[in-house]
């Protein structure tokens, strides 16, 4: 069995936890959390410590902090030649070099405490800083996913901006649209069905076959309506910059 041990506890680390607990190959040793008190999204069943000198000795340690705290909290942890990760698209793995053990394993996906995911489905990316290390995180990440992938920094910061465009980005849009309904005082709700389609789509074709709209098919007439509706609107230049960047990629 491996010992796991979490350090962290947002979005992500509920996730892990909540998997870790259900298989059995794998044993979630302790939790660490900041907090005074466990937090409400932490189980009973675990060991909660708010103090970082009092983690066990496991297989492997789950950084899961903010990216900015991932360095700090490395050089606080006292391994026993455990394996140290960090789960971050974004910071390269030298930010665990004081270690003799330490890697990389980033499940691709947007996490949330409501969400049933199944991580059998989610892209893990994983490096290591041992041919040793590498071959015992791969072990450990096709225990939770069938889409495991060794990619280093450099490319896996590739993958968290191509993250960040299609998710954060993404929702933005429909924000901004939410938006400008609520500001016409129409009800927000009436283009969640439109979203739901767009997105489902996705499952029959790319994203560049399924792209619709004025800007595709060079509708002018319609685009200048909708630059005149928002001429006083604060998504005017959104509006304006989107559009260019779609007719351009669309060429």
Do not use: W
């Not at 607990?21 to 979630?28: F, I, T, V």
């Not at 970082?52 to 496991?58: P, V």
């Not at 793995?93 to 004081?98: C, D, K, P, Q």
């Not at 790319?206 to 309506?225: H, V």
């Amino acid at each position: 069995m491996i010992n796991i041990s979490l350090i962290g506890t947002g979005r992500l680390s509920f996730n892990l936890m909540n998997e870790i607990l259900d298989n059995k190959s794998l044993s979630l040793n302790q939790i660490y959390g900041r907090s005074k008190f466990r937090p409400k999204n932490i189980s009973d069943q675990i060991e909660y410590i708010k103090e970082i000198k009092n983690l066990k000795k496991s297989d492997f340690y789950f950084i899961a902090v903010s990216d900015i705290e991932i360095e700090t909290i490395s050089n606080k942890i006292n391994s026993y030649d455990g394996i140290v990760i960090h789960l971050s698209g974004s910071t390269n793995i030298n930010v665990l070099s004081i270690h003799k053990n330490h890697g990389v394993f980033y499940p691709l996906q947007t996490f949330s405490y409501d969400s049933n995911l199944s991580f059998k489905q989610i892209p893990i990316l994983i490096e290591a800083n041992s041919k040793i290390n590498l071959s015992k995180i791969k072990k450990l990440a096709d225990i939770f996913s069938k889409k495991v992938y060794k990619m280093n920094s450099s490319k896996r910061l590739v993958c968290h901006i191509s993250a960040t465009i299609a998710n954060n980005f993404s929702n933005h849009m429909i924000v901004s649209a939410e938006k400008i309904l609520e500001e016409n005082k129409i009800n927000k709700s009436i283009i969640k069905p439109l979203i739901f389609e767009t997105f489902n789509k996705l499952n029959k074709m790319s994203a560049k076959d399924a792209q619709t709209g004025p800007a595709l098919r060079n509708d002018y007439i319609t685009i200048e309506k909708h630059l005149k509706q928002l001429v006083k609107s604060d998504f005017l230049d959104l509006y304006k910059e989107v559009t260019k960047n779609i007719k351009s990629n669309e060429l």
